[in-house]
C-alpha cells in the first residue's frame, strides 16, 4: 500500500496498521500520477486523465480568450487548444525551455485540451494514505500527496479547465 | 491420388473467377430454392417472383459456364431452366416431379465447383450430370391446359390476344385464385402519357397484381393516346378507383372474383420483396442509403429493378473516407511548398521540375478524388423537408390554422453532415412562422389576406451555397416591439439610432422575442440565437428579411460542403487568417485615405456604395499593425450582407480543411475553427457570419 519503492520501518508499521482496520486492505486503491513541475514545484495529475505528453512546439495565439489560454496547436491532425498551466494557477509566467511540454488530457465529456507544463517528472502510484488536504478550498489543487520530502499538488482538473469563457 | 491436369496460371486464375462468381449465383439459388421447397410443400400458390429469380440465376449460371467453357455445368444449368420457365409459365406444375430435380441439380453444381481444375472429378460429376438430365427430361410434362378459359372475361378478346405466355399464366393463376379483375383505362396527352401513365401504375401498383399495360383501342382524339391496365386484386372496382386520383380514368370489373376485400392487403399473392442486397450487414445502426432522391422500391413484380444501383453506407465510413481526403490534401499541400523550394535552388532545379510535372497529375487526379467522394456524401434535402413536412402537419391541427405549406427545391443537395444539423434550426423557424408568424383566421380576414396562410420553404444553390428561405405571409415582424424588447432587456440605449435591419437583428440575441407569452408550441424566445449558433458552426448565415403586415422571410445559407474549401489566406497584426473563398466577394488594395469615417463606423466607398470595414487586427486586439499606410480589405459577405475586412496584406489561396477546435473554451466569436497550411502551426479559420452580423461590441445581451 506504500508508494512502490518501499521505504523502510514506516511502511511496514502503516501497512499493519491498515490491515487492522480495514479488512478489505488487500483491495487497496492505488492512484496513478503523473507527476510534473510548474515553477520548480511538483504538481500531480491521475494518469487515467492523461492523453499524451507532446513537446513543446509553435502555439498559435487565439484572439478573444482569457489570457490563461495561450493559443491552439495541432496534433496528428486535431486542433487543440493549450492552457498555460502556471498563468492558470496564478503563478507568474515564464518563457518555455526545451525541458517544457504539453500535457494533453481528456476533460468532461469528451473534449480534450493541452496543459503547457516547465517540465514532466515522473510517473507514480501512491495509495490514499498518502493524501492530505489541500491548504485551500477554493484553488485549483484539491489535494496534497506526501511523496519522499515533498508535498505534490494534485491539480483539479475540471476546474482548471473550467476557463471562464466571458471574457470574448 | 487425383491426377491434376496440368494448367497455366491464366487458366488457374480463371478457373478462380468462374468459381467465385459461380458461387455467388449458386448461393443465391440455395436460399431461393429453399424457400420454394417451403412453399412447395405448403401446397399454396408459389411466388411469381421466386421462381423468375431463380429462373434467371440458372441462365445466368449456363452463360457464365458457357463462358468458361464448363460443359458439365452449361448443360446442367439448361435443363434447370427448362424447368424453371416452365414453371413460369405454368407448363409444369408446382407438385411435378421436375421441381425436385432441381433440388439435386442444385447439390451437383455444388459439386462440379469443387470439382473445378481437377479432371478425374470433374469427369466423375460429369457422367452424374448426364444421368440427371436424363431424369428431368422424363420428369418433364407437357402443359395440356384448357383453351378457351378466359371465355368468361368481359374483355376485349384483342386485349387477351395481346398477352404474353406469361401474363397469361398469371391472368389464369389469379382467376384461379378467385380475385377480382379489373380494367383501368385512362387516356394520356401524347406529349406527356408516360408521366401520366406511370403515375397511374404507381396508385395501382400497391393495391394488386398489375396483369398487364397495353395500348387499349378507342376512340382517343389526335394528342391522345388511351392505356389499359389489366388488374388482379382483392378489391372491388369502385375500391381502386377511390385510389386512382387521376381525372377521367375508369375503373370497371372484368371477372368478379370470390375476394373479399382484405384488410388493405397489397398484392394479389405478391408480397413485399425487399430490395435489400443479399449480404446481410447492411443493417448497422447510422447507415445512410445513397440511393438517388426517391428511390424506394415499390411491393410487387417490379421490386427486383431497384436492387442493383444503390449499396448501403455506415456514414462513418463516409466520414473515414472524407478525413483520409482531407489529410491527402493537406500534405499535398506541403508537397507544392516542397517542390517550390526544390526548383528555387539550383542544385535540385532540374530534380524539382520533374516533381513539379508529377506533382500536377497527383493534383489532378486528388481534386478529382475529391470531388467524388464530396458527392457521395451529398443528400437531397426532401428528408428534411419530408419531416417538417410531417410536424407542420400536427401542429395546424393543434393550432387550428389555416395554413397551406409549400415546399420547393427538395432535391437541391448538401452534404450529410449539414444536413442532420439542418432540421433543428428549419424546425424551429417554421414553428415560429406557424405559431406567431401567421394571424388568426379573423385577423386576416379583417386585414384583407386571404383567411388561408401560406408558409413556404425553398431550397436552391447559389455558386457555392445552398440557400434555404422560409417565407410566410403573416403580419410581419413588429420592429417596434421589438425594439422595446431591446431596451427592455438592456442591450439598446433609449435613444440609440438603429437602422431596420438592425433593429430585425434583434432577433438573435438571446432573451429577445416579440410574443408576450410563451406558448407551449415554440417556447421561449431563445430559439433564434441557438439558430444562429447552430448555422454559424456549419459555416452558414441566417437573415431576416420582414415586411409590416405582408410576412417575413427567414433565410439560411450554407456552404454546399463543410469538408474541403478554398481559402485566402490574409496577414494582420502578424499573424496568418484563412478566410473560406466562398464568402469572399473581391480583394481590394487601399490607401489610409480612402477610410472614411461615419459616426464610430469606418467606411469605404465601393463604387459608390458605403461599405463597413472592420480592421481585424484591431477587432482581434492584436498588437497594431506596421506603420504603412497600405492596407488591403477583403469584401466579405454571404446572401446580401457584406462587409470589409481590413488586413495588412494577402498570402494567396490554399485547400484548408477546417478542423473544430478542441478544448476549454466553447465557441470563439469569429473564428469558425482551424487548419493546418503544411507546415506545422495551425492556422485559424474566420467565421465570416460573426463579422456581418455583429454590430458594435455593445451588442451583448446584458
Known amino acids: 500500500m506504500s508508494e512502490t519503492a518501499t521505504s523502510a520501518a514506516g511502511g511496514w508499521e502503516a501497512l499493519a496498521r491498515s490491515a487492522a482496520v480495514r479488512p478489505d486492505a488487500a483491495a487497496e486503491y492505488l492512484q496513478q500520477l503523473l507527476i510534473f513541475e510548474l515553477d520548480g514545484a511538483a504538481y500531480g495529475l491521475p494518469v487515467e486523465r492523461v492523453r499524451e505528453i507532446v513537446r513543446i512546439r509553435p502555439i498559435t495565439p487565439v484572439p478573444r480568450v482569457p489570457e490563461d489560454v495561450t493559443g491552439v496547436i495541432s496534433l496528428r491532425g486535431e486542433i487543440v487548444q493549450v492552457v498555460d498551466l502556471r498563468r492558470r494557477l496564478g503563478l507568474t509566467a515564464s518563457e518555455t525551455t526545451r525541458a517544457s511540454r504539453i500535457v494533453v488530457v481528456h476533460g468532461g465529456d469528451e473534449s480534450i485540451a493541452g496543459l503547457l507544463v516547465d517540465a514532466v517528472r515522473v510517473v507514480l502510484s501512491v495509495s490514499d494514505e498518502l493524501l492530505r488536504q489541500a491548504p485551500s478550498e477554493t484553488g485549483a489543487v484539491e489535494a496534497l500527496c506526501v511523496h519522499q520530502d515533498e508535498f505534490v499538488s494534485l491539480v483539479d482538473l475540471d476546474r482548471v479547465l473550467a476557463v471562464d469563457a466571458d471574457d470574448q | ?702
Open chain 2, 1 to 702: 491420388m487425383a491426377k491434376r491436369r496440368t494448367r497455366s496460371r491464366a487458366g488457374r486464375k480463371a478457373d478462380q473467377e468462374f468459381v467465385s462468381e459461380a458461387e455467388e449465383i449458386l448461393e443465391r439459388m440455395r436460399l431461393d430454392l429453399a424457400d420454394l421447397s417451403e412453399q412447395r410443400a405448403a401446397g399454396g400458390n408459389v411466388e411469381p417472383e421466386l421462381v423468375n429469380r431463380l429462373f434467371r440465376s440458372a441462365h445466368s449460371l449456363k452463360g457464365l459456364a458457357g463462358l468458361f467453357g464448363f460443359e458439365p455445368v452449361t448443360d446442367l444449368a439448361h435443363h434447370v431452366e427448362d424447368v424453371l420457365d416452365g414453371l413460369r409459365l405454368g407448363r409444369i406444375d408446382m407438385q411435378s416431379p421436375a421441381v425436385a430435380l432441381i433440388d439435386r441439380a442444385v447439390a451437383l453444381f455444388g459439386t462440379l465447383l469443387a470439382a473445378v481444375g481437377d479432371t478425374e472429378a470433374m469427369e466423375a460429376a460429369g457422367a452424374r450430370v448426364l444421368e440427371l438430365v436424363q431424369e428431368i427430361d422424363a420428369a418433364k410434362q407437357a402443359p395440356a391446359e384448357p383453351v378457351g378459359e378466359f371465355d368468361t372475361l368481359d374483355i376485349d378478346p384483342s386485349l387477351l390476344r395481346a398477352l404474353t405466355e406469361y401474363e397469361e399464366h398469371r391472368l389464369r393463376e389469379n382467376v384461379r385464385g378467385g380475385r377480382h379483375i379489373l380494367l383501368a383505362e385512362a387516356s394520356f396527352p401524347l406529349t406527356s402519357f408516360d408521366d401520366g401513365l406511370s403515375e397511374l401504375s404507381g396508385s395501382i401498383r400497391d393495391l394488386g397484381e398489375v396483369l398487364s399495360t397495353l395500348p387499349a383501342p378507342g376512340d382517343a382524339c389526335q394528342s391522345e393516346i388511351r392505356f389499359s391496365l389489366l388488374l388482379a386484386t382483392e378489391l372491388t372496382a369502385e375500391e381502386v378507383a377511390a385510389h386512382v386520383e387521376l381525372p377521367g380514368a375508369t375503373v370497371r370489373s372484368v371477372l368478379a372474383g370470390t375476394s373479399t376485400p382484405a384488410a388493405a392487403a397489397p398484392g394479389a399473392g405478391v408480397p413485399e420483396q425487399a430490395s435489400a442486397p443479399v449480404k446481410a450487414d447492411s443493417a448497422a445502426p447510422g447507415t445512410s442509403e445513397t440511393t438517388p432522391a426517391g428511390g424506394e422500391a415499390h411491393a410487387g413484380v417490379e421490386s427486383l429493378k431497384s436492387i442493383s444501383g444503390t449499396v448501403r453506407v455506415d456514414i462513418r465510413k463516409l466520414d473515414e473516407l472524407m478525413n483520409l481526403v482531407g489529410e491527402l490534401v493537406i500534405q499535398r499541400g506541403a508537397l507544392g511548398d516542397l517542390v517550390s523550394r526544390l526548383m528555387r535552388e539550383a542544385a535540385t532545379a532540374r530534380a524539382g521540375r520533374d516533381f513539379a510535372k508529377v506533382h500536377k497529375a497527383l493534383d489532378r487526379k486528388l481534386r478529382e478524388l475529391q470531388s467524388a467522394v464530396l458527392e457521395v456524401r451529398m443528400v437531397p434535402l426532401r428528408q428534411v423537408f419530408e419531416k417538417v413536412s410531417r410536424v407542420v402537419r400536427r401542429l395546424r391541427l393543434d393550432l387550428q390554422k389555416d395554413v397551406r405549406f409549400e415546399l420547393r427545391g427538395a432535391d437541391t443537395e448538401l452534404d450529410k453532415l449539414i444536413v442532420e444539423d439542418l432540421v433543428d434550426p428549419l424546425m424551429h423557424i417554421v414553428r415560429n412562422a406557424l405559431d406567431h408568424a401567421i394571424e388568426p383566421l379573423e385577423e386576416r380576414v379583417a386585414a384583407g389576406k386571404d383567411p388561408e396562410g401560406c408558409i413556404q420553404i425553398e431550397a436552391f444553390q447559389r455558386g457555392n451555397h445552398v440557400v434555404i428561405a422560409v417565407s410566410d405571409d403573416g403580419r410581419g415582424i413588429d420592429l417596434d416591439a421589438l425594439r422595446a424588447k431591446g431596451e427592455a432587456c438592456g442591450i439598446v440605449a433609449p435613444n440609440e439610432s438603429l437602422s431596420d435591419r438592425e433593429v430585425l437583428d434583434l432577433i438573435f440575441v438571446p432573451g429577445v422575442s416579440t410574443k408576450t407569452e410563451v406558448t407551449e408550441t415554440s417556447g421561449r424566445g431563445v430559439g433564434m440565437d441557438v439558430v444562429r449558433h447552430n448555422l454559424t458552426r456549419l459555416g452558414g448565415v441566417v437573415e431576416v428579411d420582414s415586411t409590416p403586415g405582408r410576412g417575413a422571410t427567414i433565410s439560411m445559407t450554407l456552404p454546399i460542403t463543410l469538408a474541403i474549401v478554398q481559402s485566402l489566406i490574409v496577414v494582420a497584426g502578424d499573424q496568418r487568417f484563412a478566410i473560406p473563398l466562398t464568402a469572399v466577394h473581391e480583394t481590394l488594395q487601399i490607401e489610409s485615405s480612402d477610410v472614411q469615417r461615419s459616426e464610430d463606423r469606418e467606411l469605404l466607398n465601393l463604387r459608390g456604395t458605403p461599405l463597413l470595414l472592420r480592421n481585424l487586427a484591431r477587432e482581434f486586439d492584436m498588437p497594431a499593425e506596421r506603420a504603412d499606410s497600405r492596407s488591403f480589405v477583403v469584401v466579405i459577405g454571404m446572401g446580401d450582407a457584406r462587409v470589409g475586412l481590413q488586413v495588412d496584406r494577402l498570402d494567396g489561396q490554399q485547400d484548408t480543411v477546417i478542423k473544430p477546435i478542441q478544448g476549454p473554451i466553447q465557441a470563439i466569436r469569429g473564428i469558425a475553427g482551424a487548419t493546418e497550411l503544411g507546415d506545422q502551426d495551425p492556422v485559424l479559420v474566420l467565421d465570416v457570419s460573426a463579422f456581418l452580423s455583429d454590430g458594435p461590441a455593445r451588442r451583448e445581451a446584458a
